[in-house]
Nanobody, 127 residues
Framework: QLPLVESGGGAVQVGGSLRLSCGYSEYIGSRYCVAWFRQAPGKEREGVAAFDSRDFTKYADSVQGRFSVSQDSATNTLYLQMDSLKPEDTAIYYC?????????????????????WGQGTQVTVSS
C-alpha cells in the first residue's frame, strides 16, 4: 500500500474554491491510478475524479466542469482543484491510489479499485 496524506480542506462559501492536496512518500510506479472520493454525512462514499498513468481521466457528473484533478510528479503530490463550490459538495474528501493492474477508464471511480487510502480532509461549503 502507498501511504497517502490529504490536506487543504476547510470552510468556504458557495461559489468559492479550494484546492486539496494528497502527498505520497513512496514511488508510485509507472502503472497506477489515483482518485478522489468523498463521503457526506449519512451517504455512501462516492468517486469524484480520477486519472491514471495511461492519461485517462474520469469525473463524476456532479463535478464535471467544476473540479479538476492533476498531479505533480516532482513533488509526489496529487491535487483536486474545486471551483464553483456548492453546499452539496460538503463532505470528507479522500484520495486513493492503486499502483498496479488498473482497470479500464470507465471503472476508475469504483471504490473497490483502490487499495491505498488517505485519512480524509473535511470540506464545508456554506451559503
Amino acid at each position: 500500500q502507498l501511504p497517502l496524506v490529504e490536506s487543504g480542506g476547510g470552510a468556504v462559501q458557495v461559489g468559492g474554491s479550494l484546492r486539496l492536496s494528497c502527498g505520497y512518500s513512496e514511488y508510485i510506479g509507472s502503472r497506477y491510478c489515483v482518485a478522489w472520493f468523498r463521503q457526506a454525512p449519512g451517504k455512501e462514499r462516492e468517486g469524484v475524479a480520477a486519472f491514471d498513468s495511461r492519461d485517462f481521466t474520469k469525473y463524476a457528473d456532479s463535478v464535471q466542469g467544476r473540479f479538476s484533478v492533476s498531479q505533480d510528479s516532482a513533488t509526489n503530490t496529487l491535487y483536486l482543484q474545486m471551483d464553483s463550490l456548492k453546499p452539496e459538495d460538503t463532505a470528507i474528501y479522500y484520495c486513493a491510489a492503486r499502483t498496479f493492474d488498473c482497470p479500464p477508464w470507465y471503472k476508475l471511480l469504483d471504490e473497490s479499485v483502490y487499495n491505498s487510502w488517505g485519512q480524509g480532509t473535511q470540506v464545508t461549503v456554506s451559503s
